[in-house]
Nanobody, 120 residues
Framework: QVQLVESGGGSVQAGGSLRLSCAASGNIASMGWFRQTPGNEREGVARITTVSASTWYADSVKGRFTISRDNAKNTIYLQMNSLKPEDTAMYYC????????????????WGQGTQVTVSS
C-alpha cells in the first residue's frame, strides 16, 4: 500500500502563488493532483509520469500551474501561479500504478487533501 503525504496549500489573494508537495511511500508510475469543490466531482488538474516526466494539465490551469518531480525524494510539486478565485478547492494528491488516462475512477492511491483558498 502506497501512502501519499501532502503539504502546502493555504489562503492567498488573487494573482498570488502557492506550492503543493506530495511525497509517496512507494514506487508508482504516475502522480498528480485533482481538485474538488462542494457538490462537484473531482477533476484532474495535472499529472506527471515518474520515468519520462511526461506531463498533462487541465486546460483551466495551463500556463499558470507547473508540475515537477524529484525522484530521489519520491516527491512531486505543483507550483500554482496567477491564482484565481475559481482555483479555490480541496486539492488531492493522487497516484497510479500504471500509465494512462488521468481520471478519478482510475486512481489507485489518494492523499488526505489540502485546502487552497483564493480570495478576490
Amino acid at each position: 500500500q502506497v501512502q501519499l503525504v501532502e503539504s502546502g496549500g493555504g489562503s492567498v489573494q488573487a494573482g498570488g502563488s502557492l506550492r503543493l508537495s506530495c511525497a509517496a511511500s512507494g514506487n508508482i508510475a504516475s502522480m498528480g493532483w485533482f481538485r474538488q469543490t462542494p457538490g462537484n466531482e473531482r477533476e484532474g488538474v495535472a499529472r506527471i509520469t515518474t520515468v519520462s516526466a511526461s506531463t498533462w494539465y487541465a486546460d483551466s490551469v495551463k500556463g499558470r500551474f507547473t508540475i515537477s518531480r524529484d525522484n530521489a525524494k519520491n516527491t512531486i510539486y505543483l507550483q500554482m501561479n496567477s491564482l484565481k478565485p475559481e482555483d479555490t478547492a480541496m486539492y488531492y494528491c493522487a497516484a497510479k500504478r500504471t500509465w494512462g488516462s488521468w481520471y478519478a475512477a482510475r486512481i489507485d492511491y489518494w492523499g488526505q487533501g489540502t485546502q487552497v483558498t483564493v480570495s478576490s
